[in-house]
Nanobody
Framework: QVQLVESGGGLVQAGDSLRLSCAAS????????MAWFRQAPGKEREFVAG????????NYADSIQGRFTISRDNAKNSVYLQMNSLRPEDTAVYYC??????????????????????WGQGTQVTVSS
């Protein structure tokens, strides 16, 4: 059974940092792009950050550019999201996902959530002002 399990969410104050982790099991995703999405109440799920299979390329949403960093450790079959300078508007459920569409070294994952084959259950991040 393939699983993506997120962890690291929580309640923090504006300006604080959090590091989210996503551990995969059941298969390896070392040849595929991985991404983080988030979904706030009443809003659509949105792309946050993506990373190529070898970690050499990353891509970020404009809203978090310069504050969040995505990384991966293929030996651990894991992906991470370091979130700094958190803002109340970052409050959402954060999901990691695997994009099996392409396996090119420059591919950092689709902006379209429907392109992703596997999803985690999500981890809640709440930022108070």
């Amino acid at each position: 059974q393939v699983q993506l399990v997120e962890s690291g969410g929580g309640l923090v104050q504006a300006g604080d940092s959090l590091r989210l982790s996503c551990a995969a099991s059941g298969r390896t995703f070392s040849s595929h792009a991985m991404a983080w999405f988030r979904q706030a109440p009443g809003k659509e799920r949105e792309f946050v950050a993506g990373i190529s299979w070898n970690g050499g390329r990353t891509n970020y949403a404009d809203s978090i550019q310069g504050r969040f960093t995505i990384s991966r450790d293929n030996a651990k079959n894991s992906v991470y999201l370091q979130m700094n300078s958190l803002r109340p508007e970052d409050t959402a459920v954060y999901y990691c996902a695997a994009d099996l569409t392409y396996d090119g070294a420059y591919y950092t994952g689709s902006y379209n959530a429907h392109e992703y084959a596997y999803w985690g259950q999500g981890t809640q991040v709440t930022v108070s002002s």
